[in-house]
């Protein structure tokens, strides 16, 4: 621990203690869902299962709620429903890692959590950060009881990656497979091409470059946030890209991978993960025999925000999802099972004129219907067409999202399920084939919810006060 690294967490210790009593304040804070103490959250990081305990990592900006230089936040659970909220794991506290200790994966082995993170350096000049003046360092954390930090190391520099990459290589996803160690990072080519590199090693050291991953055509300019993983004999590669046709800011979804992804392969279709305003980032890791999910309930540089930056915090990440694979291959997001113990009270019939702040509704549709929150924020279905359409009728609940709808085509709608939280909802429709994530903020007295069309049943949810 050097000399800066006590001044942050000093620091940021000292402003948690004073600004947390105003950010829960917020009438819209969160009562399930994971978000900052204060300041600012973005991707999930470090996701994995130590012995019967959940660890969660987020990009955290402790000292700034629109965002500041990285940290890693930390939080775990035994249940996936109550976290215990944990320090901060790693600060931006060395050379390598000054501008920003970013996004990246876990890995438990040997009574150790290898922490594999990407380093941000900015150097001082007129650069345009993209080709020159940006340090994107492969760096290593290492900790033997989970929760604080033994040691970290600089692995890998830009020099250290293929020749045709821009200064921008990030977010590495750390797996162990057969018996050696697999690495995907997120990368930007001199031609403004998304691709993702592939990267094997024996000790978790020494890294080696074994295949990039990308499309015959550009698909965008940026492919972050990478995670490569295998459903029912079947391997699919999840990023982020940036820079390509879709209704949000940045895409978020998945190509099928086609043949050996260590060799030679192709990728399949791109499919988005989410249809809603607020989705990015998401990464999984296997609890056992399933693999769980968790996203950012946002949108990096979207013309909208949130009204709870001025109570001093910004952000949260989406209910932990279970990711299971169709009868045509495509992927299927659900709430974890564990999230049903969060129902409280006996089932209300819709419509609710006085619905609690937190709550889930399930119904099951045979034909058009239209879903109604808080009287501004509306889920349409048309059977003619099978599309789904989300919009905000009332800009005050939208804080900037009503200037578009979100739509998506999908088979007839015959389930819909949804998880509300004081400022978000997760609409699941036909068990996960399609999914729409959203912020969205009711005034207090407006939480009403209609439901015209169908028959349907709202539970009561108990969350953290």
């Known amino acids: 621990m050097n000399a800066l690294h006590r001044d942050l967490a000093r620091l940021a210790a000292r402003i948690e203690a004073a600004d947390a009593p105003r950010a829960d304040a917020d ?49 775990r659970s035994r249940d996936l429903l109550h976290w215990e909220r944990l320090p901060v794991m790693l600060y931006p506290d060395a050379p390598y890692d000054c501008h920003g200790a970013y996004s990246g994966s876990a890995l438990w082995e040997d009574g150790a959590l290898w922490l594999y993170y990407t380093g941000n350096v900015k150097h001082n000049g007129n650069f345009d950060y993209i080709r020159a003046g940006r340090g994107h ?41 057969d018996g ?41 300019y940026m492919w972050e946030c990478p995670d490569l993983f295998e459903l029912d004999g079947q391997w699919y590669l999840a990023v982020s890209p940036q820079g390509i046709d879709c209704p949000n800011v940045y895409g978020c979804g998945y190509f099928p991978v086609y043949g050996d992804w260590r060799g030679d392969c192709t990728l399949g279709d791109f499919h988005p993960f989410d249809a809603g305003y607020d989705f990015y980032a998401p990464q999984s890791f296997l609890d056992g025999t399933r693999r769980l999910q968790f996203g950012w309930m946002a949108m990096p540089d979207a013309p909208y925000g949130t009204p709870s930056a001025a109570y001093g915090w910004n952000h949260c990440l989406t209910v932990p999802r279970v990711l299971t694979a169709g009868p045509d291959g495509t992927l299927r997001q659900n709430p974890a099972p564990e999230l049903a113990a969060l129902r409280c009270g006996a089932p209300v019939p819709l ?67 949804v998880l509300a939280d004081a400022s978000s909802a997760e609409i699941f429709l036909n068990d996960g084939e399609t999914v729409f994530t959203t912020r969205y903020f009711p005034a207090q007295t407006a939480r009403t919810v209609r439901l015209d069309g169908a028959a349907g049943l709202l539970y009561p949810l108990k969350g953290e006060e």
């Open 180 to 220: 050696r160690y697999y690495m995907v990072l997120g990368a930007r080519t001199l031609e403004d091409k998304g691709v993702v590199l592939v990267l094997e090693s024996t000790d978790r050291l020494h890294w080696t470059h074994l295949n990039t991953l990308t499309t015959p055509e550009p698909f965008g």
């Open 27 to 75: 009438p819209h804070r969160q009562r399930f869902h994971i978000q900052p103490p204060v300041g600012w959250l973005n991707d999930p990081n470090g996701l994995c299962k130590i012995g019967d305990e959940y660890h969660v990592f987020y990009q955290y900006g402790p000292f700034d709620p629109e965002g500041g230089v990285k940290h890693w936040g930390h939080v």
């Open 351 to 417: 419509p609710c004129a006085d619905a609690p702040v937190c709550f889930e509704l399930t119904a099951a549709p045979a034909g058009d219907f239209t879903l109604t929150l808080a009287g501004g924020l509306a889920l349409q279905y048309t059977e003619n067409d099978q599309s789904a359409v989300l919009r905000f009728t009332d800009p005050t609940l939208a804080c900037g999202r009503d200037g578009e709808r979100r739509a998506r085509l999908a088979a007839p709608c015959r389930s819909v399920r």
């Open 137 to 177: 360092n492969l760096c290593l954390g290492v900790s033997r009881d989970g929760v604080t930090l033994d040691e970290k190391h600089c692995l890998m520099t830009n020099a250290d990656y293929p020749a045709g990459l821009t200064c921008h290589v990030r977010d590495p996803k750390v797996w162990k497979q």
